[in-house]
């Protein structure tokens, strides 16, 4: 189980990364930056961050981040589409 989990962790979050900006554009494309702004600024903030610690081979905090950013930029479509609560 243990062996799992670490090798789970071991490799380059690119779905995690890719959830992210797809959430992050959907939102954009929704118009969240003008309902859910402080959303929107969380989700970018966290993209980046996600990014940089990809860049630097941090892969455990690159995918907390993705996945950081990916949930905000939910809750910033979510708002948008005037439902701010998860299904």
């Known amino acids: 189980m243990v062996v799992l989990l670490l ?10 990364m890719s959830n992210a900006r797809q959430a992050v554009a959907a939102a954009q494309q ?12 969380d989700a970018q903030r966290f993209l980046q961050a996600a990014q940089a610690a990809l860049d630097q081979g941090d892969y455990g ?27």
Not at 10 to 16: F, L, S, T, W, Y
């Open 30 to 41: 929704a118009g969240a930056e003008r309902t859910a702004a402080s959303e929107m600024a």
């Open 61 to 87: 905090t690159a995918r907390q981040n993705a996945i950081r950013a990916r949930n905000a930029a939910e809750k910033a479509l979510r708002i948008s589409q005037g439902n701010p609560r998860p299904p």
């Open 7 to 16: 090798s789970a962790c071991a490799g380059a979050p690119v779905q995690d």
